[in-house]
């Protein structure tokens, strides 16, 4: 994957600007959106502008491109939630169709684990979305507010996976699942929200293109963030509900790095480290689930977001569940894929096949042998390799001082 230099220089702007780059774990947990970012802000100010229908009672979150207020609406005498862009009356028409194109897409939904939505208006030149308040949290804030026990975690991804399943049959796509777009009520009931950049079968053309790369760096599965918007289906869905459940099982989600950028890198080339390695409480079953949902490949995944909710209802039903952990020859065969794309970048190519050829050969042996001896045996192989890697490195460096004190001794001075 070559990430055009546009993009990278977008990226790295956005870190600069502090608008995607996770500085501590309250930001990793509740990271923006990456979209195009908004210059000006027109928005209504809290008792001083006269909004239609409603009266604007508290900002509750303000992003890099809309805002959202806890409102009253005076008609019917109820709170609400009302969404709009940052921009106003400025919104470009990219901004105004996407913000059309959530509405579209959350409108029509209805499901017990679906926030909704109640009209699109206009008010004061400024397009709004009203749907109904959740009084509670983001999923996001619940994380850092405490651990969640493992079989509460499962059960609300559980919840999710029902209304994202709902969606899909629907023919839309979220796209953007990560625990800052789950709400939850007093009562913890989760609420899926924010389908700002969902895709809608049948909507005409994708507001995205191939190329594009959106949502959140850190719980966006490798085809979006390799760019191949194209290849997004339910599956992708699946794999960002496998980053939140890893996000509530660990704390932390799969990737995280110090820059956007990084973090894109290491969701298309590295394995996350399994959720029982960071937190040894995360049963057996519930460590394959998550990862299944994790793989790099849509193929090896749940095929639906229906699979993964009934296999997390197995793994709270106590009964058999269907994902198998990865087999040891495949384990190691993944490990040589992401490997390949690491010697390729440092050079030590040879020292790659030797050991991927090695790695091969021990998940052959898997099947009449210990399973931990195995892991012994590759996590030497690892730390071999890895001893490698700075040799050839090391001896590349000498190579070049070599050469450089040849070339001032023949010339006498530093000189080219
Ligand atoms: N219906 C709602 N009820 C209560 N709070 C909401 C509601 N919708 C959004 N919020 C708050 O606003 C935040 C941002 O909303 P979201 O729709 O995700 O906007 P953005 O597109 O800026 O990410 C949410 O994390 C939540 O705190
Ligand atoms: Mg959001």
């Not at 862009?85 to 959350?106: D, V």
């Not at 796209?175 to 777009?181: C, E, I």
């Not at 090695?358 to 931990?372: K, M």
Request: net charge negative; proline share 6%; charged share 25%.
């Amino acid at each position: 994957m070559v990430l055009g230099d546009p993009f990278r220089q977008m990226m790295m702007q956005r870190d600069e600007d502090g608008l995607t780059a996770p500085r501590d774990s309250d930001v990793v947990l509740d990271a923006p959106t990456i979209l195009p970012s908004s210059t000006s802000s027109t928005v209504p100010s809290i008792g001083c502008d006269d909004f239609g229908d409603y009266e604007l009672v508290e900002e509750l979150a303000r992003g890099g491109v809309g805002i959202v207020y806890k409102a009253r609406q005076r008609s019917l005498n109820r709170v609400v939630a009302l969404k709009m862009l940052l921009t106003g009356k400025h919104a470009s028409s990219g901004e105004l169709q996407r913000f059309q194109s959530e509405a579209n897409a959350a409108a029509k939904l209805t499901h017990p684990n679906i926030v909704p939505i109640f009209e699109v208006g206009e008010a004061n030149g400024q397009q709004y979305l009203s749907m109904a308040y959740i009084a509670g949290q983001s999923l996001a804030k619940r994380i850092l507010a405490a651990p969640l026990r493992q079989r509460e975690a499962a059960g609300l991804v559980q919840s999710i996976a029902g209304a994202v399943h709902c969606a899909h049959l629907q023919g839309v796509i979220h796209r953007d699942l990560k625990p800052a777009n789950i709400l939850l009520d007093a009562s913890g009931t989760p609420f899926v929200t924010d389908f700002g950049i969902a895709k809608i079968r049948g909507a005409g053309a994708d507001l995205t293109s191939d190329g594009d790369v959106i949502g959140t760096p850190n719980y966006m599965p490798p085809e979006q963030a390799d760019g191949q918007i194209t290849c997004v289906d339910v599956r992708s869905d699946v794999y960002s509900m496998g980053a939140i459940l890893y996000a509530l099982l660990t704390g932390r989600p799969p990737f995280q790095a110090a820059t956007s950028l990084d973090t894109i890198m290491q969701v298309i080339s590295n394995d996350p480290v399994p959720p029982r390695q960071l937190n040894p409480e995360v049963s057996r079953d519930l460590n394959t689930i998550t990862m299944k949902c994790l793989e790099k490949s849509p193929a090896r995944r749940y095929s639906t977001a229906e699979e993964f909710e009934q296999d997390l209802g197995r793994y709270l039903e106590n009964e058999p569940i269907l994902a198998r952990p990865r087999s040891f020859l495949e384990a190691g065969l993944s490990w040589c894929q992401t490997h390949l794309l690491a010697a390729s970048v440092s050079g030590s190519a040879v020292i790659f096949l030797l050991s991927a050829t090695s790695i091969i050969t021990v998940g052959y042996y898997r099947e009449a042998t210990q399973r931990r001896e195995l892991e012994e045996v590759i996590f030497g192989l690892k730390e071999q390799l890895g001893k490698a890697e700075q040799l050839v490195e090391f001896e590349r460096r000498h190579r070049r001082q070599r050469t450089e004190s040849e070339r001032i001794d023949e010339t006498g001075t530093g000189d080219p």
